[in-house]
């Protein structure tokens, strides 16, 4: 049940914030948050990480498609195992709320609203929480599987 909570919360956020984004930042325009670090700059991505395979949106959704499928498959067998697999549960419900926020927005629409900017050089990422969420959850999976095989 923790674990669905988890998933919910991760999707319900990012939904949220995408709305709260496209309702409140001006397309386009930056706005500072945090002096030299944070802004909140408002962009359509109509592709994936920095704009790869931007228009070639059937694409895009068969290979986030098939990459929520396979995290679905991978969660909800974390959600029901009585081993050390449940264990992961967590860590993938983040990484699941966040794909299936993109990819419902995506989906949905054609592209998906970034709006979080980080200022570390020139080609600095403009994302949002979804994407935060992918990343964030995929390195804790990752770190667990590497620690499980090095108990083996």
Known sequence: MKNILVFLGVLGLDLGTKKWADASLPLG??????????????????????????GKKNIILSITGAFTAIYSFLFLGACFSKKDAKRYGIPLAITLGGAYGNFLERWKKGYVTDFIYIKKGRNAPIFNIADAALLFGAVLVGIMSLKDTSNM
Do not use: E
């Open 29 to 54: 325009k930056r706005r500072k948050v945090s002096k030299n670090l944070l802004y909140f700059q408002h962009i359509k991505n109509y592709g994936m990480a920095y704009h790869k395979l931007a």
